[in-house]
């Protein structure tokens, strides 16, 4: 008699009684984490913005991942629009609305402080790492966070609490970047204009949730295409010039 396997997810902890996820854990290890490796990585650079624009520059990120992240996960599941609360506005987030937010939010606030220099290079390591510690915390949660994939015979499909083999999503987003992170280590040594790894990270990574999205049971907002799809769009719309420009350069070495 063959003995049926019981998946292992959502991983949780006991504390006083009660059972939690260690999502919550990881998502303030990110947090701390990637402020940590910014403010190291800020003291290696000549930064010719003022630490109080930094600093405001910092607060336009944050508010702005905070309206964008709810924003774009909550259009993830369109029917439930007209039904929203404030409970399920507040638990419903995803980093591609937060990435998206908080870019408009530091663009508004740079605006505002008269800040016209490109900000975003000396964040795109700190923001790899908290992504993939976050990530660990997603990929624990199972079928718990809706960041699973479709179920699939792929010979990495595994079971994430339902019994069924899918697409760990999360899994293939980390690995993806780690590679990020070797790619702009070596790009570090490269003469590059100012701003330019932000936009390149930016592009990939969208390009990434962009083409993994098929692989998760995602809901159609517009043109069988989701929220993340149309972010993802957007993004290589608002950074067209710099998509030819890096094109131009990168295909004649081809």
């Known amino acids: 008699m063959l003995l049926k396997s ?10 006083f009684g009660h059972q939690y996820h260690y ?44 309206v964008g992240s709810r924003v774009v996960a909550v259009l993830e599941t369109p029917e439930l629009v007209n039904h929203l609360t404030f409970s399920v506005l507040y638990q ?10 908080g870019l408009f939010g530091v663009e508004l606030i740079k605006k505002i402080i008269g800040v016209d220099i490109a ?7 700190p923001i790899l790492v908290a992504l993939i510690i976050g990530r660990i915390g997603c990929f624990s949660m199972g079928i718990d966070e809706p960041t699973y994939g479709i179920p699939t015979r792929f010979f990495m499909g595994m079971d994430l609490g339902d019994g069924i083999p899918r697409h760990p999503i999360m899994l293939y987003e980390m690995s993806y970047l780690v590679l990020l992170i070797f790619l702009f280590n070596v790009l570090k040594h490269k003469e590059l204009i100012n701003g330019d790894r932000f936009k390149l990270f930016m592009l990939l ?3 990434f949730r962009f ?8 809901h159609s907002l517009f043109l069988n295409l989701s929220s993340i799809h149309w972010s993802a769009l957007f993004i290589f719309i608002y950074y067209y010039r710099f998509i030819f420009r890096i094109s131009k350069r990168i295909l004649p070495n081809l």
């Open 6 to 15: 019981v998946s292992p997810f959502p991983f949780q902890f006991g504390l």
């Open 23 to 66: 999502h919550y854990i990881f998502e303030t290890l990110a947090f701390i984490i990637g402020v940590r490796l910014y403010y190291h990585y800020k003291k290696g650079i000549a930064d010719p913005i003022s630490d109080e624009n930094r600093l405001w520059i910092m607060l336009g990120a944050m508010l702005g991942a905070l």
């Open 92 to 101: 419903s987030k995803t980093i591609v609305g937060g990435l998206l937010g």
């Open 119 to 125: 900000s975003g290079d000396v964040y795109v390591i």
């Open 205 to 207: 990574y969208f390009l």
């Open 211 to 218: 083409l993994i999205e098929f692989i998760k049971p995602y």
